[in-house]
């Protein structure tokens, strides 16, 4: 046996941890990635996180492995939070899932990987006397095959997980409440329980029988595998849980404002249909208006019938719309809007004109208008100003909507639009998620941008034709 057999031992360890950081490092950087608004950081908590735990490990009269480890995660966190102050919940929750899933993962591969050397040494074992001093090299060649399955099994199950997770947080820019963040973190504070315990016993084993507590013992190892599955079974259980509640909640939401669009659409019907019945009433008293003029100027009294002729005038021109878009229920709702802008002292104008003779629904053209006026103007001031147009080229149909805005728009990133500053933001921003989807109905798009004091919303249809 080699008088240096211990140092290449040594070396091997050192190999197979470092390489295990390095994994761990980069599934961190992997679930990060998506929850951090400058992308490039993620190298640097990846980058904090390996030096750290490297560094820590190596000055053992400071921390043990499980504080090294422990400080190093919390060394990353502190980068992730400098880096982005957004949503501070959800990193805690997915720091501590992976201060689990990171443990749980490696623990299985070494399980495995001590199974598997078990079966491979009583296998041997039927050919070659391993307690020869000579069959060193048997030893060591297993001992180096063992920690690279290892690391190489926690790695794929590690990264693995990790994919699982970022697929399932569909809704990764939100901000959590402390409720939703406790329910979320649970499974992942039960698996910390366990890992103390499974330290604390493995520390007084130790102590107590003087040998290591991870000496192979297959229907132990077999226990703690299965342990390791149901601890990770239930983290994903209640992501996928709390995800599906989420959904629902939001998809309540959207139907709940449909529903208030579809009232909203009923209103604007009935006011046309209230209009042409008014119209159609004129129309059938124009005669009798006509013989009451001429009686009145027969008889002389040409005063008596201007005043008639004025006063039916503006009968009149109640039954018009200052503006006319080409569709009776887009008339409806650029006349409401105007009225209602107009009350609030915000100066509107309009030229919209509606897409006749092409696949665009009037339905479709009505829940972009309504939803898209209605924020602006809300967002207007008084003195402010809210303007709308059109424009079609072939098959090519862009609705904008503008007003004049002193605040600053926060965009959010992932859904392209603005966040909403109401308190209750569940319960709100669905009317520009409504643009977005008449949008992609028509294979089209939405845009926002702020220049200066104004907003603009742009909304493009891929019309029929």
Known sequence: MPENIDMLYQIVSDVNFLADQLIAAICLLILCRDFIKRKRGTGLIGSVYFFGVVFLYYVPFLVDGFVAYSLALAAAFAVFVWLDRRNIKMKIFLFATFFVIRWISFSISSKISSLLSVAVLNLAGGFLDLSDPAMWWFHFIEAVLSALSGSVLGGVVLYLLVRKINKMLLYKQENLEWREMLLMIIPSANGMVVYGIFRFYAVAYEHEMGISFFQPHIPLELLWIFCYVVILAVIVSVITLYQDIRKRREDESRWLMLESQMKD???????????????????????????????????????????????LSETVETFDFTIKTGNPVTDMILHEKMESALGKGIQFSADFHYPVGCGVDAFDVSVVLSNALSNAIEATEAGGFVRVYSFRNKNAYLITVENSFDGRLDIDEESGLPKTKKKDKKAHGFGLQNIKSVAAKYYGDVLIEQKENKVSLKVMLLAVV
Request: charged share 25%; net charge positive.
């Open 265 to 311: 659409m009923q209103t604007h019907i009935t006011g046309v249909e209230r209009l042409y019945n008014g119209i159609r009433g004129m129309k059938h008293d124009i005669k009798n208006h006509i013989e009451i003029i001429n009686s009145l100027i027969a008889q002389g009294k040409t005063k008596e019938a201007r005043e008639y002729s004025n006063s």
